[in-house]
């Protein structure tokens, strides 16, 4: 017998029984806070071994060098997202799980080893005021039931935008000057709709057994939170 787990082979967890949404709902918030831990602990261990001057002069190398590391974290994150919820067996699901949160710790770590070198306090206020957002919007989402996904295409739309300003600032340094803080608010709104937008998939549209596709799609979206957070911090010190 194959042990492949096919997660659309039932519907969506809104139409399963209340035992099973709550099921679910508990295992994509522990797998959250799980992948959450995972990425604590690999930027500690990576602060700790990686001096900072190498990731800084490997960056520094080519004005496109960060042009590279962006395609390569798309790359990367398109075969987890694909792995994780492409109805594979539960190993694949999870190692794409863990492949993401891996690329997420390492194209945080810049940002997190100038924040260590300069404002440490940073950190933890940015991680404060994610958490209450994160706590906030959630509310929201399973308070008030809506089905937020008339979101989807708005912030697709947003999210091209802001990867052309960013590609553009890489090839424009000018403009990278002028996109500080108020590309910083854009992005914590942007954030903010893709955490309703997930958590309403969870709610309504997600299978009961692709909790794990589930807690990838809030992590990408807490994490681009605390990223923006953070830098909005960096920005006002």
């Known amino acids: 017998m194959s042990n492949t787990f096919n997660p659309y082979a039932v519907g969506p967890v809104a139409e399963a029984p209340l035992e099973?949404?709550?099921?679910?709902?508990r295992k994509t918030y522990t797998h959250?806070?799980?992948?959450?831990?995972?990425?604590?602990?690999?930027?500690?261990?990576?602060?700790?071994?990686?001096?900072?001057?190498?990731?800084?002069?490997?960056?520094?190398?080519?004005?496109?060098?960060?042009?590279?590391?962006l395609g390569a974290f798309m790359a990367v994150s398109w075969i987890?997202?694909?792995?994780?919820?492409?109805?594979?067996s539960k190993t694949m699901q999870y190692a794409g799980l863990g492949l993401?949160?891996?690329?997420?710790?390492?194209?945080?770590?810049?940002?997190?080893?100038?924040?260590?070198?300069?404002?440490?306090a940073a950190i933890g206020k940015a991680g404060i005021v994610?958490?209450?957002?994160?706590?906030?919007?959630?509310?929201?989402?399973f308070t008030t039931r809506k089905d937020f996904s008339f979101l989807g295409g708005m912030l697709k739309i947003g999210f091209i935008?802001?990867?052309?300003?960013?590609?553009?600032?890489?090839?424009?340094?000018?403009?990278?000057?002028g996109m500080g803080l108020w590309f910083s608010v854009a992005?914590?709104?942007?954030?903010?709709?893709?955490?309703?937008?997930?958590t309403s998939q969870i709610m309504y549209h997600y299978a009961p057994g692709q909790h794990v596709a589930?807690?990838?799609?809030?992590?990408?979206?807490?994490?681009?939170l605390f990223y923006y957070v953070l830098r909005l911090f960096m920005s006002r010190d």
């Open 32 to 69: 959250l806070a799980g992948a959450i831990g995972l990425f604590a602990v690999l930027e500690w261990v990576l602060l700790s071994i990686i001096p900072p001057q190498a990731i800084f002069s490997l960056l520094n190398a080519s004005p496109y060098s960060w042009l590279v590391v």
């Open 187 to 198: 992005m914590i709104v942007l954030a903010s709709g893709s955490i309703l937008y997930n």
């Open 130 to 141: 994610t958490g209450f957002m994160v706590l906030g919007l959630t509310a929201i989402a």
């Open 214 to 224: 589930a807690s990838l799609s809030l992590f990408a979206s807490v994490a681009l």
């Open 100 to 120: 993401y949160v891996v690329a997420e710790a390492v194209i945080f770590l810049p940002m997190l080893m100038i924040a260590t070198l300069y404002d440490p």
């Open 80 to 88: 987890a997202n694909k792995w994780a919820s492409g109805g594979a």
């Open 161 to 177: 935008v802001a990867l052309g300003l960013v590609v553009a600032s890489i090839f424009f340094p000018g403009l990278a000057s």
């Open 20 to 25: 099973t949404r709550t099921d679910f709902v």
